[in-house]
């Protein structure tokens, strides 16, 4: 569904912008997990229960939303004047295949592409409520703040506190965003608003750990035994190099706990219980 619903608002590559679609649709179809707006219709189905789902098709509008917001940040984060990557998932960056130009003008494109979505959320009531969500999610104290505050630091020796504010914008951001929207079209109380943002800025601060454990831990290039005696991290602006290896896997562990305590009360809960399964899985 959510594969259907991007291509349909993504449309055609031909006619007038061409190289400007063809760039929209490789940054959108370049392979990735769709893990937030997969994220987004869990949580809303687990709330909705088995009662009769009407209103999925406007919850699938509001996961083809966040994803469009989540494609785009990846666009400019990888320019040369941000992050300045080269690849994306195992692929040339957006910038790399059509240039700067048109990567910047891409990423603008699926931001506002993305709210154009959330407007025709039925009723209107709760599109204008997901509009202010997402809006909220990306400005300048979420996603895009996260991303000011990572270039910044760039070429810094980073502290503790300012890679969990990095996390908790550019990866978490969005993750709350689609636990928040899916509360909202399941006319949710405030309480369990609050729970399935916590659930899922959990499972977004364990996932970045992991892969900082993943990324650090090398020697020569091949990944070592986990034993802390022969460890040895490659950067200190990570948490396995300010932490070190041990007590940054029992933060992954004990985030991961707190997510899966979150979502015990809750019946139908078994697509949640997966998602924390699925990051367990990726703890070297």
Not at 198 to 214: K, T
């Amino acid at each position: 569904m959510i594969e259907t619903s991007l291509k349909e608002y993504l449309g055609s590559q031909s006619g007038l912008s061409k190289q400007l679609k063809q760039a929209m649709h490789y940054a959108v179809f370049s392979g990735g997990k769709r893990w937030r707006p997969l994220l987004l219709l869990s949580i809303y189905e687990m709330l909705m229960g088995m009662r009769k789902n009407t209103g999925l098709p406007q919850a699938v509008k509001a996961a083809t939303a966040v994803e469009l917001v989540h494609n785009a940040s990846l666009v400019h984060d990888d320019l040369p004047m941000i992050m300045n990557r080269a690849e994306r998932r195992s692929q040339p960056a957006v910038h790399i295949k059509y240039g700067n130009a048109t990567a910047i003008l891409a990423g603008d494109a699926l931001y506002t592409l993305a709210f154009e979505v959330l407007g025709q959320i039925s009723p209107s009531s709760k599109a204008l409520a997901c509009i202010r969500i997402l809006s909220n999610s990306t400005r300048s104290y979420g996603l895009i703040g996260g991303q000011a505050v990572a270039l910044e630091s760039k070429h810094k020796v980073m502290k503790m506190n300012t890679l969990h504010y990095i996390d908790l914008k550019k990866v978490c951001s969005l993750l709350e965003a689609s636990a928040d929207i899916a509360c909202t079209l399941a006319s949710a109380d405030d309480s369990v608003h609050i729970i399935m943002k916590s659930y899922a800025s959990n499972l977004g601060l364990a996932y970045q750990m992991i892969d900082d454990i993943s990324a650090d831990y090398i020697r020569g290039g091949e990944t070592l035994d986990l034993d802390e005696e022969f460890i040895i991290p490659t950067s200190r602006n990570s948490y396995t190099g300010l932490l070190g290896f041990d007590k940054a896997r029992t933060e992954v562990e004990k985030l991961l706990a707190e997510a899966e305590d979150l979502i015990k009360p809750f019946p139908h809960n078994e697509a949640l219980r997966e998602f924390v399964q699925m990051i367990q899985e990726r703890i070297p």
